[in-house]
């Protein structure tokens, strides 16, 4: 069974960092794209950024580039988002997604080309 177990949301302040963490099991993390979403209170899911393991490709909405960085531990089966300067606009609770397998050096961005899901983290940032 695949599980991705998404962690390290919390409250924070306006222009302070996370880190966001999710593990994944029952997979290996080989040809794959593992993306990070986004769902704020009364808003759409939206892509926040993803990770294509052909060439290390990386995507970023425009609305955290420069701010947040995405980055893949094969070995240990994780990948990571590092927020930094968050903003109160940066506040949802962020799930991770896997695709597997996934054989392009792009990641898709569309929420119904992943494969497997995380519960959701968390992340409210005060003003």
């Known amino acids: 069974e695949v599980q991705l177990q998404a962690s390290g949301g919390g409250l924070v302040r306006t222009g302070e960092s996370l880190r966001l963490s999710c593990v994944a099991s029952?997979?290996?993390?080989?040809?794959?794209?593992i993306a990070w979403f986004r769902q704020a209170p009364g808003k759409e899911r939206e892509d926040v950024s993803c990770?294509?393991?052909?060439?290390?490709?990386?995507y970023y909405a425009d609305s955290v580039k420069g701010r947040f960085t995405i980055a893949s531990d094969n070995a240990k089966n994780m990948v990571y988002l590092q927020m930094n300067s968050l903003k109160p606009e940066d506040t949802a609770v962020y799930y991770c997604?896997?695709?597997?397998?996934?054989?392009?050096?792009?990641?898709?961005?569309?929420?119904?080309?992943?494969?497997?899901w995380g519960q959701g983290t968390l992340v409210t940032v005060s003003s």
């Open positions: 990770i294509s393991d052909r060439d290390g490709n990386t």
């Open positions: 997604a896997v695709r597997t397998p996934h054989y392009g050096n792009y990641c898709p961005r569309a929420s119904e080309l992943y494969d497997y």
């Open positions: 029952g997979l290996t993390f080989d040809d794959y794209a």
